[in-house]
Structure formats: structure tokens, C-alpha cells
């Protein structure tokens, strides 16, 4: 099978979006499939891209052009010429969320991480409403199949998008190569929580803060990644390491340093920081909201009201109490979500939807 697999997102900083679309190239290849990825980008994305995929064997369709998110944004609209003129006859078109590009022929697929820009706009860029609300559109109405990352954002997709059963799918996401408990292990001077999150109000950094406060000195609170949008949180305060964006290797190290890891988020479709906490042996502290079930499983027991400072302040604490059992559950949990499997419903995904031509 050749599948034709937009890689729009990794050109820019990685988060989410983009771990989640290489654990499926890695799934995709590790089951045979035939992977060519492509992608209008600049000179800049273009190197990320290129540093994002490396140790992935697919073939590259990488074009570079000024003002590259416009064309993307013209050939979503446009909806001219077909892919195929540039790739070639393929089995698959697999689109991001960055654009939803034309085809002649075959499965059209596409991924739905998560519905915030219409269950909860406030709580995003309203040029992110916008293109998501576009891409949501246009899958719902062509896509033979629509790829969520967790049983609930399937259930999502369903209920919102009015979406038939059939054309929705499940395929987990896995943690990355990195995220192992072997390795060097950071070390930021005394004990620390670690927490990973784009700056944004979803991600509930302002309650982590107060819950830090709470703890008083137990623990210094290390924040990773960049600056979203919105009111940032203030991090210039006693106790607080602001970290900033950082690869994959030294993130690995963070989450093996640390001594617990807090996600807080208020929302989630399904929350791969999760994984790569357990993966790398560190205690797990989540909020409590439905939408993190699957990434925590029963190895993150210890769940929090989000909008509750003193109950993730709690949470943090009875993490560390219980860590050699949190660890062991995290180890069994995560070791059922590999790429193999990612792969695999992919490409059952993209079977099932052939068959239905």
C-alpha cells in the first residue's frame, strides 16, 4: 500500500500533532507499508522537517516556498491541482491539520487529535479556530477515513462532526524512541516536578503555580515548553525553572531527573506527555477530566481536580509516596502502546475504508 502522508506540521517547533505523525511513520513502515511524505514548506521548515524525519525511512516530496502556509491555505481552497500531479498514483492521501489538499483517486484520510476550537474556542488562537474549524469541515464531508488519537475523541468526532461509525477509527500514539528509563538523567540542582506543556490557558499552569506554592520548597517546579498564546503564566518566581522548548534527547533526560510528573491540563484528546513520563520510570500526577483516561489508565490512580490548586498539590505528594508502584504501572501501561500497533490500525483504517469505494 502507498500512502501519501502530509507532514505539513513538523516544520514548524514539535508538539503533540508532530509526535503523534511520527510515531505513525514509524508504525506505517514498521508494518511494510510504502510511505512517501510531502509538504509545501519554507527553507527553515524545511530543515525541520528534515532533522524531524531523520532514522525515518520514507521517501521525501518536500517543496520549499516563500510564504508557505499561504499555499498551503490556496490549495486547500483551490482545490486544484491533485496531489497526484506531484507524487504520483497513490493508495492513500493521509492530510494534517494543516491543509486538506486535493486528489484524483483513492482513500482520503486525515487524523482529528482533538475538537477544542469547537468545544472550547476561548481556550484557542482564533486563527487556530479557524483552520481547524476549515479542515473539520472538509473532513467530515470527504474523508473516507477519520483517524482519532483516543476513544473519546472518536466519540467526539461522532457526537460533534455528525461523523458515521464506520469512516472513525482508533490509533493509539506511542512515546518516542527517546522516552526510555535508561540513560543520563538531568540534574537541576535539587529535587524537582517536571511539567510539559505549550503555554496556552488549556494547559492550566496558572493552578499548577498556586498548587507549587502549596507544597512550600518540597519540591522546585521545572516547566518545559515554548510560549503559546494568550496571558502567559508568570514563571519568575521562587522555586520555578523555566526551561523553554528543548529536542527530544534532552527532554528524555528531564523526565528521568525528575521525581514526579504533573500534567494538569483541563483538556486533552489524549495526552502523550502521559506516556512519555511512564516510559522514562517517573511518577505520574494528572488531572482528573474523562478526556485523560486512556493516556493514564491505572497508572496515574492519583487524579486531580483540574481547577483545584490544593488537590493537585495533594496529587503531587501522594506521586511520591507511592512511587514504586506508580513506576511499576506506568512500565506495564505504556508498554501496550507501541508503533507497531499505531500501524497496524492505521492501516486496517485505510483497508476498511478502500473496501467501502
Known sequence: MRVAFDVSPLSHARAGIGNYMLAALRGLRENGADVVVFAPVSAQGRRNVERALAGIDVERRLLTLPFAHGWRTAWSRLGWPATERWLGRFDVLHFSDWMFPPQRAGVRATTIHDL???????????????????????????????????????????????????????????????????????DLGRPYALTVATLEPRKNLETLLAAHELLEGELALAVVGAAGWGPQPRLDRPGVIRLGYVDDSEL????????????PSRFEGFGIPVLEAMASGVPVAASAHESLDEACGDAAVVRADPDDAQAIAAAVQEALARRDELVARGFAHVSRFTTRAMGEALLAAYADAAARL
Open 116 to 186: 477544542v476550537p469547537l468545544r472550547f474556542p476561548e481556550w484557542t488562537h482564533g486563527r487556530t479556530v479557524r483552520m481547524h474549524g476549515a479542515k473539520y469541515r472538509d473532513a467530515a464531508r470527504t474523508a473516507h477515513a477519520l483517524v482519532c488519537n483516543s476513544e473519546f475523541t472518536a466519540r467526539d468526532v461522532r457526537e460533534l462532526l455528525h461523523v458515521e461509525p464506520e469512516r472513525v477509527r482508533v490509533a493509539h500514539p506511542a512515546a518516542a524512541p527517546a522516552f526510555t528509563h535508561q540513560g543520563e538523567r538531568a
Open 252 to 263: 528524555a533526560r528531564l523526565y528521568r531527573g525528575a521525581s514526579v510528573f504533573v500534567y
